[in-house]
């Protein structure tokens, strides 16, 4: 009931393997609240996350408790009393720094309760120590000096404050003797943690040494892996540009073949008129012999026409030789029509003188 929640976040929590002391172990499966809690009553603080009915983390700070940050969402401590390690992952860095800032904070705290307690132990002890040394000495005077009344009446009270003194000496030294008990056991476990811290450290060295080996082995493979990529993706590229030819390819085919049907097409044309040469080159010889015929016939006809022209050439010098003697027989006959007219009007003439 004297406990206050003073700081509030959530991260996953992992614990050491107790086995390896390497090794982190997830205390839970998802991110949960992780607070700082502080005890009125016992003025100590403490660090408390549940999962569901399960506490995972219940660490009391104290001042020799340190927080690192292992990496940028990461940090761990030690409980010495808990006999573990506690880690936190957080989802961002922001909540990593605020988390170390308030551990840093808590155990400044706890120091200075812790310094304060002793402070007040020291202080009991002290005040206890001189009204030990005080009291006789007024005791002793005033069972000098007074009567058994005032003894009585000075006495009491005297005894009285000095029994509650040494009452609250003997609880504080009980105390201060169960502390001791209680810090000697805590120096002991801080020992056994810090052997065993130091051994998970060299532990923790070997294994980074053998991790570097794995991630120079893991690098190695990644470099591998990410040329043999470099080599498919050339490849898957090369098969592209095949797939691309042999589309052009098929096109190619597809066209070649088309081509190839109109040329069958062609061929059985070519071949049907084939059938039928014989025949023709029959027509073509008849025809070949009807064209010589031809032409000897027109080599007769052209001899023909040179003598035709020849005949007509001497037709016409004769029908102008005719014309002429025609023309000089008309010229005879005018002249012999006119006798006769002549003699025939003389004949009349003759007639009429008869």
């Not at 016992?42 to 700070?61: E, F, H, L, P, Q």
């Not at 206890?128 to 007024?138: L, R």
């Not at 010098?317 to 006119?338: A, N, P, T, W």
Request: hydrophobic share 30%; charged share 35%; proline share 2%.
């Amino acid at each position: 009931m004297g406990e206050q929640p003073i700081f509030t976040t959530r991260a996953h929590v992992f614990q050491i393997d107790p086995s390896t002391k390497k090794n982190w172990v997830p205390a839970s499966k998802q991110a949960v609240t992780v607070s700082y809690f502080y005890d009125v009553t016992r003025n100590s603080y403490r660090i408390i996350s549940v999962d569901g009915a399960k506490v995972i983390i219940n660490s009391t700070i104290t001042p020799n408790m340190t927080f690192t940050k292992t990496s940028q969402k990461f940090g761990q401590w030690a409980d010495s009393r808990a006999n573990t390690v506690f880690g936190l992952g957080f989802s961002s860095e922001q909540q990593l720094t605020k988390f170390a800032e308030k551990f840093q904070e808590v155990k400044e705290a706890a120091k200075l309760a812790k310094d304060k307690s002793q402070e007040k132990l020291e202080t009991s002890s002290n005040h206890s120590q001189e009204s030990g040394c005080e009291t006789p000495s007024s005791t002793q005077a005033s069972s000098v000096n007074g009567t058994d009344d005032e003894k009585a009446s000075h006495v009491g009270p005297a005894d009285t404050h000095l029994k509650s003194e040494n009452d609250k000496l003997k609880i504080a030294l009980t105390q201060s003797a169960a502390n001791v008990k209680k810090w000697e056991i805590e120096l002991q476990t801080l020992r056994e943690s810090n052997a065993r811290l130091t051994t998970a450290l060299q532990e923790s060295a070997a294994s980074v040494e053998q991790w570097k080996k794995q991630f120079s082995i893991c690098r190695d493979e990644n470099d591998r892996l990410r040329n043999k990529i470099d080599e498919l993706e050339e490849q898957c590229s090369e098969i592209n540009r095949e797939k691309e030819k042999n589309t052009q390819l098929k096109r190619r085919i597809e066209e070649l073949e088309s081509e190839l049907r109109e040329k069958e097409t062609e061929l059985k044309d070519l071949r049907k008129q084939s059938e039928i040469i014989p025949q023709l080159m029959s027509e073509c010889e008849y025809v070949s012999e009807k064209l010589e015929a031809a032409e000897r016939d027109n080599q007769n006809l052209e001899d023909k026409v040179q003598s035709l022209k020849t005949d007509i050439e001497e037709s016409k010098y004769r029908q102008r030789h005719l014309k002429v003697e025609l023309k000089s027989f008309l010229e005879v006959l005018d002249g012999k029509i006119d006798d006769l007219h002549d003699f025939r009007r003389g004949l009349s003439k003759l007639g009429t003188d008869n």
